[in-house]
């Protein structure tokens, strides 16, 4: 029994055991705790429990076997994967999480994924509750928001948002050359095709639309707002539709692909002989902002910013564009609804 002393006062009970214990992961404790095996003033009590001074925490012997199974026998999360997910959360309350996703990392599993995903780590972020449920997706190589819903109805009432196109999301984009003009709309309807590096989005002719039956209307306005010489632009985009892969074909449609696009973008011979070896090649594309309404009634709406990736803001900095000089979006409220 272990008494709780005036500087972890407030903290979670989770985050408190897993700093006195790093051979616990989430789903060891979680487990723990489900079961009655931690106990706070002998009581059972949720992951998300906070602490307060004086009170006792009852914990059994702890073994140092980190990868004792769980449910299916599926190995736990690891203790770097718990980590990992905790440092995503740009905000949380009872009804919503939202995260920064790095890139790199798949939303979800699938066929050549790796076994990391965004959705097989969302039980850490369960708090004692239900598992978080993802209500939209991003691509793997996309880093920025990813919005998450901790119940049933804020899964429906987010959902229903992004369909109805209440919500809006804005990226924000490094493209190789400068576009002429310097904002507009692309209207380029898209149809997966098969390709020599897997299922592709590509562009449908207007003239061969009665031909394809899967192709489906895409939109994407975009604003330029600052550029390097000739040489990149930074652009910020809104897609009006949300296709696959929708703003990564646009941007390579009107002939200015996103630096390290490694399936629409220009060639490695390309990206060399075009841009300075400084600029990363992973990919330039970052869900920057989103506003959505919060889906409780009586919540003010989500209204979020991401902080651009490491490689993304390195780019930045290289060029010397100036994230400050136009993070107030004003430009936005003249774009068309």
């Keep these: 029994m272990i008494a709780i002393e005036a500087g972890d006062d407030g903290r979670r009970l989770d985050r408190w055991l897993r700093e006195r214990y ?3 992961n989430q789903g060891r404790i979680e487990k723990l705790l489900r079961k009655g095996d931690i106990r706070v003033d002998g009581g059972k009590v949720k992951s998300n429990f906070r602490l307060a001074e004086w009170m006792t925490v009852t914990i059994p012997p702890i073994s140092d076997d980190p990868t004792a199974p769980t449910r299916g026998g599926k190995p736990m999360i690891s203790e770097a994967d718990t980590r990992l997910i905790e440092s995503m959360v740009l905000y949380e309350d009872d009804h919503v999480i939202v995260l920064n996703k790095p890139a790199g990392i ?5 066929t050549g994924q790796s076994h990391r995903h965004i959705d097989g780590l969302l039980p850490v972020l369960a708090g004692g509750g239900d598992r978080p449920k993802l209500v939209h997706r991003i691509d793997k190589d996309t880093s920025g928001l990813l919005v998450l819903a901790r119940t049933g109805l804020a899964a429906r009432n987010l959902t ?3 369909r109805s196109k209440a ?8 493209v190789i050359g400068v576009p002429k003009p310097n904002e507009g709309t692309i ?4 149809a997966k095709m098969p390709g020599s590096m897997g299922e592709k989005m590509t562009v449908i002719d207007r003239a061969d639309l009665p031909n394809q039956p899967d192709a489906k ?3 994407t306005d975009y604003a330029t707002m600052d550029t390097a010489a ?4 930074w652009l910020t985009l809104r897609p009006v539709t949300g296709r696959t892969h929708q703003l990564r074909v646009h941007c390579s449609t009107i002939g200015h692909p996103i630096v390290g696009d490694g399936k629409y973008g220009p060639t490695a011979e390309e990206a060399e002989r075009r841009l300075t070896g400084a600029v990363s090649r992973k990919m330039h594309l970052h869900a920057r902002h989103i506003v959505i309404p919060h889906p409780e009634k009586g919540h003010p709406p989500i209204d979020l910013r991401a902080p651009l990736p490491e490689h993304m803001a390195h780019t930045w900095d290289l060029f010397g564009w100036d994230v400050r000089r ?11 609804e």
């Design 22 to 24: 790093p051979q616990l």
């Design 106 to 110: 798949p939303v979800q599993g699938g």
């Design 160 to 162: 229903a948002a992004f």
């Design 167 to 174: 919500a809006r999301k804005t990226y924000w984009a490094a």
């Design 187 to 190: 209207k380029a309807a898209l």
């Design 217 to 219: 209307r895409a939109v």
């Design 230 to 233: 000739q040489l990149a632009a």
């Design 326 to 336: 136009t993070d107030d979006d004003e430009f936005l409220s003249d774009w068309t």
